[in-house]
């Protein structure tokens, strides 16, 4: 409806999530679930996005926030209309897909890519990881209290660590599997 757009929740200065624990949706309203950085996606071989893995692909994934009641609202056939109504959008479609025509797939699949062009490469992790042999070493650009926090990360539970590696895996923290 106009009120919330994708970058809402999906903030860039906070990694393409927000701080909220719940996001808020186009009424104000609470949605099921905090939003999920967007950073990377294209990394993520396994699928099942969402918290709840319910989506299959991220094609799949970028429309069902239009869809939902709570975050945006709307219907695919809305989202089309909307889309259809921007004169700039007709030379784009062309230019990606041959034709003019605004499809729902089309939609998808242009989000899609978008989000897959979202990647770190130039974070504090990522200046800091550069500096050192090991993921597990200290970071010299990192603070104390930084590299604790990373340590807890990678660390077993026996090991005093959250094991949080243990699913978060592959250094650009998806899973591989």
Known sequence: NGIVSCASCHQQDKGFSDDDVLSKGFEGGDT???????????FYQR??????????????????????????GMTLDGVV?????????????????GTEDVTSD??????????RSIVSYSSKYDTG????????AN????TDEEN????LFFQTIPNG?????????????????
């Not at 089309?106 to 989000?115: D, E, G, H, N, T």
């Not at 970071?139 to 990192?142: E, I, M, R, V």
């Open 32 to 42: 099921r679930r905090h939003s999920m950085t967007l950073i990377n996606a294209r």
């Open 47 to 72: 699928g099942r996005f969402f918290w709840d893995e319910r989506a299959s692909t991220l094609e799949e994934q970028v429309l069902e926030p239009f869809k939902d009641p709570v975050e945006m």
């Open 81 to 97: 209309a909307k889309v259809q109504e921007q004169t700039y959008y007709p030379q784009l479609f062309l230019n990606a897909f």
């Open 106 to 115: 089309r939609i998808s699949k242009a989000l899609a890519q978008f989000v």
């Open 129 to 136: 990881r550069a500096l050192v042999n090991t993921p597990g």
């Open 139 to 142: 970071f010299p650009n990192f």
């Open 148 to 151: 604790l926090g990373k340590n």
């Open 161 to 177: 660590g959250g094991a949080c590696f243990g699913c978060h895996t592959t250094e650009a923290f998806i899973s591989a599997n």
